[in-house]
């Protein structure tokens, strides 16, 4: 997982130098550690990864909020506090 780390890291650089409107969000990090990658969600028994390239339901849900709050800090996610919804009925 070393060398996977090192060469994400550098996609990063390269799409920040190439390209301004690309974004990387990098869901490994949520299921490594310095040694190896796991297939399930951290600190429990339920399955997170259910092949090399898909998520189970489980997984998914345990990764949206890291994804929605990428996103956010991005910018590219509208944010509503949940009072805003209340006052706009």
Known sequence: TFY???FRSKLR???DKVVSNVY????RDLFCDNS???AMIPG???????????LTIEG?????PFLCSFLNKQGLLPYR???EDIKNR
């Open 36 to 38: 190896m990658c796991g």
């Open 81 to 83: 506090a949940p009072d």
């Open 13 to 15: 650089e390269l799409l």
């Open 44 to 54: 429990t028994r339920t399955l997170a990864i259910g092949d090399q390239e898909h």
């Open 60 to 64: 998914s849900t345990y990764l949206w």
């Open 24 to 27: 990387f969000f990098d869901p």
């Open 4 to 6: 996977a780390r090192k």
